[in-house]
């Protein structure tokens, strides 16, 4: 069974920066699309960046775009997402999401990803 832990959470001060890491084990990583996702208290699981196998196209929710960068290491079987310009609304936990590529796939749905991780938490301070 594929495996993906995400690292980097932490509590930050709004205009703030971290630095979120998803490594992944037993999955064919370049094959797959990756994504990371956020939770926060209350509400549903929301799509926040996504990246092809390839390393283009990337995706983002509008709210992030600008201030977050989604990136991927092949060799090392890894993708990271750059937060920057920190927001208390940017408050979650941050999961990390793995799905084969096909056609026709929308990978902004949670739905469409087959391997998840545990998530980190990211706080942000006003």
């Known amino acids: 069974q594929p495996q993906l832990v995400e690292s980097g959470g932490g509590l930050v001060q709004a205009g703030g920066s971290l630095r979120l890491s998803c490594a992944t084990s037993?999955?064919?990583?370049?094959?797959?699309?990756m994504g990371w996702f956020r939770q926060a208290p209350g509400k549903e699981r929301e799509f926040v960046a996504a990246i092809r196998w390839s390393g283009v196209p990337t995706y983002y929710v509008d709210s992030v775009k600008g201030r977050f960068t989604i990136s991927r290491d092949n060799a090392k079987n890894s993708v990271v997402l750059q937060m920057n310009s920190l927001k208390p609304e940017d408050t979650a936990v941050y999961y990390c999401?793995?799905?084969?590529?096909?056609?026709?796939?929308?990978?902004?749905?949670?739905?469409?990803?087959?391997?998840w991780g545990q998530g980190t938490q990211v706080t942000v301070s006003s």
């Open positions: 999401a793995a799905v084969r590529e096909a056609n026709g796939r929308d990978y902004s749905r949670a739905g469409v990803y087959d391997y």
């Open positions: 037993r999955l064919p990583f370049s094959y797959y699309y």
